[in-house]
């Protein structure tokens, strides 16, 4: 079975970057798209970028667009989301799998990376 493990998490002020990573073990998810999600408490997962099996298609929340961006290398079996402009709102557990309206099926949650943006 295909894990996730996401990193690149941390405290970062506002207006900052954080580089986030998603790793997987078991197989190699270059055959699939692939996606960013944030929670927190009280809310359900949500999606906020999505990047098609070779990286040449992506979509974003209106959220965070024209801040983040999603990449991934195949090659490393990796999905990244870099992220610029950091804002308070920002705040969430984030994770990787497969986005919703793009995939039918999603793999096992991971532990999720902690993202704090604060003064």
């Known amino acids: 079975q295909v894990q996730l493990v996401e990193s690149g998490g941390g405290l970062v002020q506002p207006g900052g970057s954080l580089r986030l990573s998603c790793a997987a073990s078991?197989?190699?998810?270059?055959?699939?798209?692939m996606g960013w999600y944030r929670r927190t408490p009280g809310k359900e997962r949500e999606l906020v970028a999505a990047?098609?099996?070779?990286?040449?298609?992506?979509n974003y929340a209106d959220s965070v667009k024209g801040r983040f961006t999603i990449s991934r290398d195949n090659a490393k079996n990796t999905v990244y989301l870099q992220m610029n402009s950091l804002k308070a709102e920002d705040t969430a557990v984030y994770y990787c799998?497969?986005?919703?309206?793009?995939?039918?099926?999603?793999?096992?949650w991971g532990q999720g990376t902690q993202v704090t943006v604060s003064s």
């Open positions: 799998n497969t986005p919703t309206g793009w995939s039918n099926f999603r793999f096992a």
């Open positions: 078991g197989s190699s998810f270059g055959g699939t798209a």
């Open positions: 990047i098609g099996r070779g990286g040449g298609v992506t």
